[in-house]
């Protein structure tokens, strides 16, 4: 292949003949350009498949379609094989939504085991008695503690929270989730 390129400071450009560069890397470069449209494609053509499934299962009275297409499947008998999960929420300060999130984040609809860990740095956080009053109306319904991780000394304190958590109360769970505390979220998030 030749290419010329200008030199600054002269009046004629100089000519280099590259024998590197050939017909093999064009073909090369399209190929992996018509193979990534075609998985566009292909992506394009399974999520719209899935859309019509869904609008279908709808009309038909499944309102829960966007989460399986079969409602027999959210049925506890089958749901109680789920694996356990241990959501991990780091705390501080007790804000105008809090109360409001944390409830959304406890009343999930996740079907499997759960566990909760509100951890705060200290009893004097005004999140302490707050979640433990939240803890205290869902006490016969979820498993939830409150853990008093202490002042961090070498991080910031919501990692210092967690590290805490993941430390002293290791369990048997498949999954852990630290979810901020400042977040709402829908009741299928934990599926």
């Known amino acids: 292949m030749l290419y010329c390129r200008p ?19 064009v073909s090369q470069g399209c190929l992996i350009c018509l193979i990534l449209a075609l998985g566009w494609a292909l992506a394009s053509y399974v999520r ?13 009275g499944n309102s829960l379609a966007f989460l399986s297409h079969d409602i027999n499947d959210l049925e506890h008998s089958k749901q109680a094989n789920l694996p356990r999960v ?39 956080d005004p999140a302490y008695c707050a979640v433990n009053s939240l803890i205290s109306d869902f006490k016969d319904e979820i498993d939830a503690k409150v853990i008093v991780a202490g002042p961090s000394t070498t991080c910031s304190q919501k990692i210092h929270n967690q590290l805490v958590c993941m430390i002293t109360h290791i369990n048997l769970s498949q999954f852990d989730i630290i979810l901020p505390s400042n977040e709402f979220i829908i009741g299928s998030s934990i599926q």
């Open 86 to 124: 241990t959501v991990v929420m780091p705390l501080k300060g007790f804000g105008e939504h809090n109360l409001h999130n944390w409830r959304s984040q406890i009343t999930s609809l996740y079907g499997g085991p759960i566990e909760f860990f509100f951890v705060v740095d200290s009893v004097e």
């Open 48 to 60: 719209n498949r899935e859309i019509k499934i869904m609008k279908r299962k709808m009309k038909e």
């Open 7 to 25: 030199q600054p400071f002269k009046i004629c450009n100089i000519c280099i003949v590259d024998e590197d560069f050939d017909s093999v890397s």
